[in-house]
């Protein structure tokens, strides 16, 4: 390096960068909103939403409220603490979403008492030990 060169390296993501882009994916996703929808409402590209989203370019604040008026949710909503954060796994948004399909609410709230049985139930009875 002491020819001249610089030495060039990607620059590091911010934790909060990271934690508000996955706040915005997760929330964004739990709706079914795609990247284009959220781009289009806030008058950006989806390209945009993506590095917001992965944490690669800090979000305005004007973005964030913009966001929290699509995603329905308050600005506070994407600081929220890590603690949330094993809330929004695949297989969790996938059970909320069938959960909400079922439209009956008879069947519905016959589904949630049996999860909350299962839930309940001591370990022994649940592996037939």
Partial sequence: MGN???HWTMPSLHPIDVHVGLRIRHRRRFLGVSQEKLGAA???????IQRYENGSNSVPASCLFKFARVLDVPPSFFFEGPRRRALYTRENMELIRAYFAIHNPTVRESIAETIRAISTAPLSHCRGA
């Fill in 4 to 6: 001249g060169e610089q």
């Fill in 42 to 48: 806030a008058g950006l590209s989806f390209q945009m």
